[in-house]
Structure formats: C-alpha cells, structure tokens
C-alpha cells in the first residue's frame, strides 16, 4: 500500500511563509491525484489542493488561493505545498493523501491513503 510521510511543518509569524512536503512510497506514484488537507480541533478535514498526476490540473480551495502552491516531483515521489502570506486561521495539522480515483476532488472520503499530518502553527 502507498505510505505517506509530511515533513516541514513548524511555527511562523502571520505573513510569513513555509513550505510542507509529502514523501511517498510506490512505484506508481506519477499515477495518484495528490492532496493536502488540513484538520483543526473540532472540525471536519478541510481540502486545500490537490494535483493530478501530470501535474497538469490543480484545485485550490479559495481559502487559500493566491497563497498557496501545490506541486509535485513525480521522479522524487514528492508533492509540496508552499505556502505564502500565512494567516492565523491556517494554523492546523496538514495532511497529505493520495488516490488513485476521484469524483470529488475536494472531499476527503475521495482520498484512501493519508500521512501522519504535520502542525503548522502561525501566530499572530
């Protein structure tokens, strides 16, 4: 099965930025839609981007729009997520998934396979 590590999350002042990454296993990798979402702490996992496997279609949620880049490495087996201008409403646990299929690219029932989350903390 696909296994997903997150790396890269920390603490960082409002307007600041940070990039988060997803290493993943699998020798099909180029063949996953790729997405990150976040959770906070007594809400349903929010969508944030995702990429399809050429790299050559992306969906951003309009909470981060404009702010946000998703991209992936397909010879890497990474996919990132830079993100710019942080506001303290960002602050959450961002977690990578994969699937191999998707009807809904911004619901998290899509996704099969999900990292371990990484915090990004931004302060005010």
């Known amino acids: 099965q696909v296994q997903l590590v997150e790396s890269g999350g920390g603490l960082v002042q409002a307007g600041g930025s940070l990039s988060v990454s997803c290493a993943a296993t699998?020798?099909?990798?180029?063949?996953?839609?790729m997405g990150w979402f976040r959770q906070t702490p007594g809400k349903e996992r929010e969508f944030v981007a995702a990429i399809n496997g050429s790299g050559r279609r992306i969906y951003y949620a309009d909470s981060v729009n404009g702010r946000f880049t998703i991209s992936r490495d397909n010879g890497k087996n990474m996919v990132y997520l830079q993100m710019n201008s942080l506001k303290p409403e960002d602050t959450a646990v961002y977690y990578c998934?994969?699937?191999?299929?998707?009807?809904?690219?911004?619901?998290?029932?899509?996704?099969?396979?999900w990292g371990q989350g990484t915090q990004v903390t931004v302060s005010s």
């Open positions: 998934a994969a699937t191999t299929s998707v009807f809904r690219w911004l619901e998290s029932n899509e996704y099969a396979y």
């Open positions: 699998g020798r099909t990798f180029s063949s996953y839609v």
